[in-house]
């Protein structure tokens, strides 16, 4: 320790978000370069190794073969599924000196499909599986929480490719066993939950998440645990029958200055949930759709960015409100002027109140399917926490969880784009049909951190410490106090056991302080104290019971210790 | 092999332009994905894995520690030592959405430099050595055969921290001998030649070259084993006596056309040798210096871009030359108004014919020390076959070389520039004194594939192969072939030896070339006719003798071969 690279800290930098962010610096685990840019201090280094090699073993166990694709990708592969443009917002870009285009990697389905295009010439050669891990760059607006949301991070992202849909199942069911195991093996709690398919393309895709209050996904789970959901994704059960249309034709009412639903509410003493919200968003053209919800629901981006095929929602501007013969704060669906989308839970027949599209007015009972015509689509609004799971009935929890992992089933979505195909056993040429499985490495290092620390430090689960044994000598200018713990350290050595020796000039506060900061599962002191009676002090950090261990059984009784913890850990 | 990520190719594509490039395509070591960007194919990954092992063992076993700094690194840091501007042609940039911009790590000496500064406080934490394994871009004008000259590869890089000038010597002896080990257990016969220090600063710079046609370094070599240094450095045995002025002044001779060396010499029927050849460049703050060498000599451009403190060497535009009041083509020292730099070779007193800057004219009798002044610099021309060696006079040889590695001792460079101190024993703030040690991963794959090869394909030293042994099977529809192979394999896996088993429906002549040109060093057929005789045919790669092995005794044998290639490969 005299000599390690990287000093704990006795207070968290206060830019430090959660405990597992405040921990993560205070143990020397990496360090900022700049926001959402991290180094890998050597103790987190070994830490990320052991989590990379869990992460590799039950790849291989699963037939994956490891590759590497580099982290400069052309633009003009990009370009040839539309991900260039749909992806800017958040990738970084670079150009060589002759002009030519690139990305820091955000993923590589595209790649990956050049290759099996150029690697895979028959049916006789799937199904196949490749997996790398390799940097990620990703532009986020806001980097979070040190590790859990970075602009650099590794991924291990995994692609399969097959015959048909079938195939595609089996090598996805693969990979969701091999996560589940990944994360048993890492110490982490995680679920897998239904997710949205985002900027992968597809249908079909489960994120794994570890439930706690510094995640920033929100979760609706069903107490009987026949369902949960990305709330991205989540959806309930509603009650679709029509009604009657209201007696009264549609009337206008003067609403001066009441341009939110809470001011609507006040003004004419009615539930938010009388009104229909309109919003006026662009679609991947560029021209205005409307969306119309429920004034008491909110707007799930996630399913309106997917129906619109974009990467980010963009309002409409003041021109695009004139364009459809309407004004901003009054906007509705009667009359307007360009396409509307309008979620499921808008009750067909029912009047509502709505805007009118004329300064301060509005119109009420307004009826879907009378007043207006619109493409329903199938919840377009946030579940919130009581909400009916769509499969029973019950009503919904939501928590806040971590994404830890992510696979999707894509189908020929790239392969279409792309033209990707193989020689199939018919002889005609065939897509490929792929899925892509995602795990980020130092997300995975700080989930733990979050997950398994007491007011102290870490508690690192045994299969990813970054030592197994830290031996603290006190003090270390005693010369029998030194020399037998370096005899100690030495024979634990020998037999292969991971040591981290604390050989510092401090006091025993400093020492244990930082051993328990540093969360080693075992620390083991040499004092004064403990020779005069011949042994040594045990404790494992996850204990607050300490023993004295005879200090000429000491070695061996560590090491059998390590051993049963490595099996342990493996299982 | 059957589901091997990654054919063979019977032809190399025609781009690839040395025997390594070419088997390394053919034997799907690695793909490009763009010009200079590659892929690593399950294949290929396996060798880049053990060769990035065998680095890293050689890095702990000298004490430098793991970690790994990120790809994305911020502007305002490069800015601090000036290398931002200095790498703009070479490297890559990016720009976040708030306009922050970044580069595409070209090394990490300020990083590092960054990290230590927080790291370490006091002289008690050195000497300190760090190291990584991270992707490098370089904006490579011309990326040139595969891997030896790629835009993104992997390199380790270290970094050392010492307190003072002794200490750094201390840490760069303990890297040389790293290196030393590492390429010798690479299989790479590579020697350690002065170099450049290039963009990295400071004076003290070795290389490690192999010696190979293929090579684009040019390497001055003393046959008596006193001198080798890299062609940028390399210098030479000059007399350094002046002569006496020439009798005759200065005179103006009409050489109209004559615009080039070649030109006057066919003009005057004079040796290059008679003439000044003035060049007109740019410094780093972009204003005209003139540079003036024998007419016979050229130009060695890493001195004059180190003398000049610039990445690149400008040449100067016409309206440089009317401020120095002198025209392309007829550029002389005498009278000229830039600064002038002259070569050390150029003899003071000898009368030279130089331009007269104008147009069609020269002067003759032009002696530096009467008709001009200039700061003389040590060797600014490049040393040719047959110069002398500047330690004992012989005759100088030169060869091609790969470069696999270099280490730069550039002390106090950085922590000037930078401002990073630790707390000295006496109190005091002292700089940092430190070092950098690179090796590119890539590159040393292709320069073993470039130096051990035969026409058939790779022949891989045992510690780097892909796999151990490489098990056929012929045919593979034989169900009893089948079945002992396959037995086989599980026999050899079952002991840790590492197979390639080709189980492909293939021809006898296919597999066999597939085996030749993929290298692996011990090849055992499994074959109708072996089995007649209960026996299996061993032949490793390197020989072209094969022998046949009784059935019930070879997987015994193979595994004790392999034992003993993987201890001769440790030592």
Chains 1, 2 share one sequence.
Request: proline content about 4%.
């Amino acid at each position: 320790m005299s000599r390690m690279f990287g000093r704990t800290l006795r207070e968290a930098p206060s830019e430090a978000q959660t405990p597992g962010h405040q921990l993560m610096l205070r143990a020397a685990i990496a360090r900022p370069l700049a926001a959402g840019l991290y180094t890998w201090l050597p103790l987190g280094f070994r830490v990320m190794k052991k989590v990379e090699q869990i992460i590799r073993e039950e790849q291989d166990r699963i037939g994956a073969q490891e590759m590497e694709m580099p982290v400069l990708t052309p633009a003009e592969v990009w370009k040839m599924t539309g991900r260039w443009d749909m992806l800017e917002p958040i990738t970084f870009r670079t150009k060589d000196h002759n002009g030519r285009e690139f990305m820091v990697s955000y993923t590589h389905e595209e790649f990956v499909h050049l290759h099996a295009m150029s690697e895979i010439l028959s049916y006789r050669q799937m199904p196949a599986m490749v997996y790398h891990f390799q940097s990620k760059g990703r532009d986020e607006v806001r980097p979070r929480a040190g590790l859990l949301r970075a602009r650099e991070f590794v991924m291990k992202d995994a692609y399969s490719f097959d015959l048909d849909e079938a195939g595609l199942e089996k090598s996805y069911a693969a990979q969701h066993g091999a996560y589940v195991r990944t994360f048993q093996r890492l110490g982490l709690a995680a679920i897998s939950v239904e997710s949205d398919t985002g900027a992968m393309g597809g249908d079909i895709a489960h994120e794994f998440q570890v439930l706690t209050a510094v995640g920033d996904d929100r979760i609706a789970i069903c107490p009987t645990g026949d369902y949960s959901a990305n709330l991205e994704r989540a959806t309930r059960k509603i009650e679709t029958a029509g009604e009657a249309f209201p007696k009264a034709g549609k009337s206008e009412i003067a609403t001066p200055g009441a341009t939110s639903i809470e001011a609507l509410e006040a003004l004419l003493k009615l539930p938010a949930s009388a009104f229909l919200k309109t919003l006026l968003v662009k679609d991947a053209a560029g021209k205005a759709v409307a969306v119309v919800l429920p004034g008491d629901r909110s707007l799930n981006e996630a399913k309106l960015r997917k129906r619109l095929g974009v990467g980010e929602i963009r309002f409409a501007g003041d021109a695009d409100f004139t364009a459809a013969g309407s004004v901003p704060g009054y906007i509705g669906p009667v009359g307007l002027g360009a396409p509307i989308l309008v979620d499921a839970s808008v009750v067909s027949g029912r009047g509502y109140v709505a805007g009118a599209n004329k300064k301060d007015s509005h119109l009420k009972d307004v009826a879907l399917g009378r007043d207006f015509t619109a493409e329903v689509l199938d919840l377009l609004h946030d579940v919130v926490e009581g909400d009916l799971c769509p499969k029973c009935g019950t009503p919904l929890e939501l928590k806040r969880g971590v994404e830890v992992g992510n696979i999707f089933a894509y189908g020929t979505y790239y392969a279409k784009k792309m033209n990707a195909t193989y020689l199939a056993e018919d002889g005609t040429r065939k897509l490929f049909f792929g899925g892509s499985y995602g795990i980020g490495v130092g997300r995975q290092v700080q989930t733990i951190i979050e997950t398994s620390h007491d007011d102290r430090g870490i508690i690192w689960p045994f299969a990813v410490a970054p030592y197994e044994v830290h031996v603290v000598a006190l003090p270390m200018n005693d010369e029998t106090v030194r020399s037998t713990a370096e005899a100690f350290v030495a024979a634990l050595e020998a037999k292969g056991v991971e040591v981290l020796f604390d050989d510092r000039d401090e006091s025993a506060g400093v020492k244990f302080a930082d051993a328990d900061l540093i969360g080693i599962p075992f620390r083991v002191t040499v004092s004064k104290r403990s020779l005069t009676s011949k042994s040594v002090e045990l404790k494992p950090r996850a204990s607050t019971e300490a023993e004295l261990v005879p200090q000429n059984v000491a070695a061996d009784r560590l090491v059998d210790i390590v051993r049963r913890a490595r099996e342990a850990a493996a299982r």
